[in-house]
């Protein structure tokens, strides 16, 4: 019974370019959750999407940041154009009903912006 | 916006010794949930709570939702050096979808 998986692990970027972040939510699970954290910070909610919707965006930047999460496939994170400020762990959580039930945490993926 | 306030942000304990920490919000909240997250890794789920003043246990782990529904304690008895990490409470709050995460509480245990 495979967890939340997020790949890549680690991602290396230069200013300007784009960033894809991958998230397979467990299984059974339609809800979920992308977070951001800082060093020796806690983690920021960024988005909380179901199949096909995005029912809040309201921790998202308003530009440069987008969130899907298809029919099909795993949820995407895209971060166009990125900064340094960009750089962070981002953590993806699925939940089987969204809501108030608990969320079930990826490994996350570790954003570098040279 | 909301804020949650976690205490203490770190502590050093003894191998055996009992720990307590705890979280605090100025709104109410209708889920806490208690996580441990490892260096390099995402936050592992220890303990949720869905209703104010339950009171709930997970092996050396124990947690209780507060009546006021502002607050939560994490208890962690008989320490061992495994229980090293950081914990992080996270409140839903109401009549939102989004968790509130605060601000972790780094345990270090002396062998």
């Known amino acids: 019974n495979a967890g939340v998986m997020q790949n890549p692990r680690h991602l290396v970027r230069r200013r300007g370019q784009e960033a894809r972040l991958r998230c397979s939510p467990m299984?059974?699970?339609?809800?979920v959750y992308w977070y951001r954290q800082l060093p020796e910070e806690g983690l920021k909610f960024m988005v909380y999407?179901?199949?096909?919707?995005?029912?809040?965006e309201s921790g998202m930047p308003k530009e440069r940041f987008s969130a899907e999460f298809p029919k099909e496939g795993p949820s995407i994170l895209r971060i166009q154009q990125v900064v340094r400020g960009d750089s962070a762990a981002y953590f993806c959580?699925?939940?089987?009903?969204?809501?108030?039930?608990?969320?079930?945490f990826g490994p996350g993926t570790r954003l570098t912006v040279l | 916006g909301q804020q949650l306030n976690q205490s203490p942000q770190s502590m050093f304990i003894q191998e055996g010794e009992d720990v307590s920490m705890n979280c605090t919000s100025s709104?109410?909240?209708?889920?806490w949930l208690w996580y441990k997250q490892d260096p390099g890794e995402g936050p592992v789920l220890l303990i949720a709570?869905?209703?104010?003043?339950e009171l709930t246990s997970n092996g050396r782990l124990t947690a209780q939702f507060g009546i006021t529904r502002k607050d939560s304690f994490l208890n962690i008895s008989a320490s061992i050096p495994s229980d090293v990490g950081i914990y992080f409470c996270?409140?839903?709050?109401?009549?939102?979808?989004?968790?509130?995460f605060g601000t972790g509480t780094r345990l270090k245990v002396l062998a």
């Open positions: 709104s109410i909240f209708n889920t």
């Open positions: 996270a409140g839903q709050v109401s009549g939102t979808y989004k968790y509130i």
């Open positions: 299984k059974g699970h339609s809800h």
């Open positions: 959580a699925s939940s089987p009903l969204g809501g108030d039930h608990e969320q079930f």
């Open positions: 999407l179901q199949k096909e919707n995005i029912i809040d």
């Open positions: 709570l869905y209703k104010a003043g």
